[in-house]
C-alpha cells in the first residue's frame, strides 16, 4: 500500500496490478487534470474533495465514497486536510459498476471493506482467498449504496464561459445583463444542456457549496448567510429538501462514521 505525500505523483496504470490500494493525509493538494485506465474508488474521513470533470463539478463530503469511471478526465482538489483511502479497479465486464460519476453514502460494512482494501499490500491476490471476499463485499456495497445529490451539470456554450463555480452565481436577471442575452435565451441554453432550469441550477450550486462549508465546521448562521438565504430557517428547509436531513443532521452523520 504507497502512503502519499501532496507532492508525490502516482500512476495506478503502471503497476500492472487488478487492484491497487493508496492512503494519504493532505492539508492542500491539486492533482491537475488527468485520467487513469482504471477506475477508482475515492473516500475521504474528514474535509471536502471538489472534482472537477469536463462538464460536471463534483463534491465529495467526508465519509462519502466517489466511483470514478475508467478514462474519465478529472481534477480532484483538496484544500482543508484530507484523510482519504483510493482503491483503483481494473473493471471487470461482469462487475455491475456505475458507468458514470457517483457519490453514495457509506455504510459501515463498506468502510470497512474500503480501509482493508486500500491498505492492503500491492500484489495481494485478488482472484481467491481474503482479497476475492473483502473485492466482493465492496463491490456488493457499492451496488446496493444510496446515490447522494452532489454532481453540478456545467453549461459549456461560450456565452457562459465567464461564469465562475466558486462563487455565488448572480442571480438570473444579473447574469442576462452580463452575458448580453436575454433571460429566455440563458434558460434556454441551462435546459439544453444541463438538464436544469437556471435557478434549479443555482440551487444545487448552494447545495454543493453548503456541504463544503459544513465540512469545514462553519455553523449553519454562517453557511445561511454567505448562500445568501433570507434566513436560517429557509435554508435549513432547503438543505433538508435536497438532502432528507437537516444540516445538523448531515454534520453528525457524517461525525458518528469516522
Given at each position: 500500500?504507497?502512503?502519499l505525500?501532496?507532492?508525490?505523483s502516482?500512476?495506478?496504470?503502471s503497476l500492472?496490478?487488478?487492484?491497487i490500494?493508496?492512503?494519504?493525509?493532505l492539508g492542500r493538494?491539486?492533482?491537475?487534470?488527468?485520467?487513469?485506465e482504471?477506475g477508482?474508488l475515492?473516500?475521504?474521513?474528514?474535509?471536502c474533495?471538489?472534482i472537477?470533470l469536463?462538464?460536471?463539478?463534483c463534491?465529495?463530503?467526508?465519509t462519502r465514497?466517489?466511483?470514478?469511471?475508467p478514462?474519465?478526465?478529472?481534477?480532484a482538489?483538496?484544500t482543508?486536510?484530507v484523510?482519504y483511502?483510493?482503491?483503483?479497479?481494473?473493471?471487470?465486464p461482469?462487475w455491475?459498476?456505475?458507468t458514470?460519476?457517483?457519490?453514495?453514502?457509506v455504510?459501515p460494512?463498506?468502510?470497512?471493506?474500503?480501509?482493508r482494501?486500500a491498505t492492503a499490500e500491492?500484489?495481494?491476490?485478488w482472484?481467491?482467498?481474503v482479497?476475492?471476499?473483502l473485492?466482493?463485499?465492496?463491490?456488493?456495497?457499492?451496488?446496493a449504496?444510496r446515490?447522494?445529490?452532489?454532481?453540478?451539470?456545467?453549461?459549456?456554450?461560450?456565452?457562459?464561459?465567464?461564469l465562475?463555480?466558486?462563487?455565488?452565481?448572480?442571480?438570473?436577471?444579473?447574469?442576462?445583463?452580463q452575458?448580453?442575452?436575454?433571460e429566455?435565451?440563458?434558460?434556454r441554453i441551462?435546459r439544453r444542456?444541463?438538464?436544469?432550469?437556471?435557478?434549479?441550477w443555482?440551487q444545487q450550486?448552494?447545495?454543493?457549496?453548503?456541504?463544503?462549508l459544513l465540512?469545514?465546521?462553519q455553523?449553519?448562521?454562517?453557511v445561511a448567510f454567505d448562500?445568501e438565504f433570507?434566513?436560517?430557517?429557509a435554508?435549513?428547509s432547503?438543505?433538508?429538501?435536497?438532502?432528507?436531513h437537516t444540516?445538523r443532521?448531515y454534520?453528525?452523520?457524517?461525525t458518528?462514521?469516522?
Open positions: 500500500m504507497p502512503w505525500k501532496s507532492d508525490d502516482f500512476n495506478p496504470d500492472g496490478q487488478p487492484v490500494g493508496i492512503a494519504a493525509d493538494h491539486d492533482s491537475g487534470l488527468h485520467q487513469h482504471m477508482q475515492l473516500f475521504t474521513q474528514s474535509g474533495i471538489r472537477m469536463a462538464d460536471y463539478l463534491m465529495l463530503p467526508p465514497v466517489a466511483w470514478i469511471p478514462r474519465t478526465l478529472h481534477r482538489q483538496m482543508e486536510a484523510d483511502r483510493s482503491v483503483y479497479l481494473k473493471v471487470a461482469h455491475k459498476l456505475p458514470q460519476v457517483e457519490i453514495m453514502d455504510t460494512l463498506l468502510r470497512a471493506a474500503l480501509e482494501i500491492i500484489g495481494m491476490n482472484d481467491s482467498g482479497g476475492a471476499n473485492l466482493a463485499v465492496c463491490l456488493d456495497e457499492i451496488s449504496a446515490r447522494e445529490p452532489m454532481l453540478l451539470p456545467l453549461p459549456m456554450d461560450r456565452r457562459l464561459a465567464r465562475q463555480t466558486d462563487r455565488l452565481p448572480p442571480s438570473l436577471g444579473v447574469l442576462a445583463t452575458v448580453g442575452a436575454s429566455k435565451t440563458i434558460s441551462f444542456e444541463t438538464g436544469l432550469g437556471y435557478q434549479q443555482r450550486w448552494r447545495l454543493l457549496k453548503a456541504v463544503e465540512a469545514r465546521q455553523s449553519i448562521a454562517s448562500l433570507a434566513s436560517d430557517s435554508f435549513i432547503f438543505f433538508k429538501r435536497m438532502t432528507g444540516p443532521a454534520i453528525l452523520s457524517s458518528s462514521k469516522t
